[in-house]
């Protein structure tokens, strides 16, 4: 009898065990907060594709050393890539724009920018911004969630032209005047509509080990060019010991300036950070 009961209670505790709720796909995540750009920029001629961000094989191939040098000759297609992970309060989506020239100072070839944003889960699925930080130049910024000003829900950034610094706008003050808007639109979701296109960060990441002269990358992480001044993909952005892809939660509690403990991440296809 006694085992009969034991048998009971075992099958009534599965029966009574609450589903988990499935995470929200990662295009679903990155588009529900793709962020908006104002670009202020008056160039025009020659000088204003070197503002547009596109895909690192715009010119079609995956040839990277000649990208600077393509840029008169081939159509560019506004795009953003986006990755996105998963941990155990928060979404950490990163969205990432490529510029083939960097038209800041001396100018150089390639040019690479971020925006990190820490979406913290709510009961109600639909996420709230909790941190914003942005990557532009080496140089880092944060802002909290609450005061970085949205459109539609989507968080609302503005680009300098030529150096393509980028930061968030913050409520209760006026945007740099702009004369270029993009947003993904309310559509399809990943197709272009009132601006760019999103695209999974993976076609990138995939192609790290596409290592040598004439290939994507000169070395671990660094984009191939002619120029001295080599720059990096995300998975070469390191905040003092925290890297942009492989530790995002921790690196937003070092923004916080919390005491920075280990996050126990979902999913996190990025942990691989240095040569395999």
Not at 86 to 114: F, K, N, V
Request: charged share 20%; hydrophobic share 40%.
């Amino acid at each position: 009898m006694k085992k009969w009961t034991c048998l009971i209670a075992v099958l009534f505790v599965m029966f009574l065990k609450v589903p988990a709720v499935s995470a929200a796909p990662a295009e679903q995540l990155a588009a529900q907060w793709a962020p908006v750009l104002y670009l202020a920029d008056q160039s025009d001629g020659m000088a204003a594709p070197q503002n547009v961000f596109t895909t690192v094989n715009f010119d079609l191939d995956w040839r990277l050393n000649n990208n600077w040098y393509n840029l008169r000759f081939y159509p560019l297609e506004k795009a953003m890539y986006y990755s996105a992970v998963e941990c155990e309060t928060h979404y950490l989506i990163g969205y990432y724009q490529y510029y083939p020239r960097y038209a800041g100072g001396s100018g150089h070839e390639h040019d690479m920018t971020g925006i990190l944003a820490a979406i913290k889960k709510t009961a109600d699925g639909a996420g709230q911004l909790d941190m914003l930080v942005t990557y532009s130049n080496y140089r880092w910024q944060s802002w909290e969630g609450n005061k970085v000003r949205e459109e539609n829900g989507h968080p609302l950034l503005q680009v300098k032209g030529e150096t393509h610094e980028i930061s968030a706008c913050v409520k209760n003050r006026v945007p740099l005047p702009a004369s270029s808007r993009y947003a993904l639109g309310a559509g399809d979701q990943l197709k272009v509509h009132t601006g760019y296109r999103l695209i999974r960060l993976e076609q990138l990441w995939e192609q790290r080990q596409n290592i040598g002269q004439g290939r994507i990358f000169a070395r671990w992480g660094y984009f191939d060019s002619y120029n001295a001044v080599k720059v990096a993909a995300p998975w070469g952005w390191n905040y003092r010991e925290f890297n942009w892809l492989a530790n995002p939660g921790e690196l937003i509690q070092r923004f916080r300036g919390r005491h920075v403990t280990a996050c126990n991440y979902l999913t996190n296809p990025y942990q691989v950070n240095t040569i395999e």
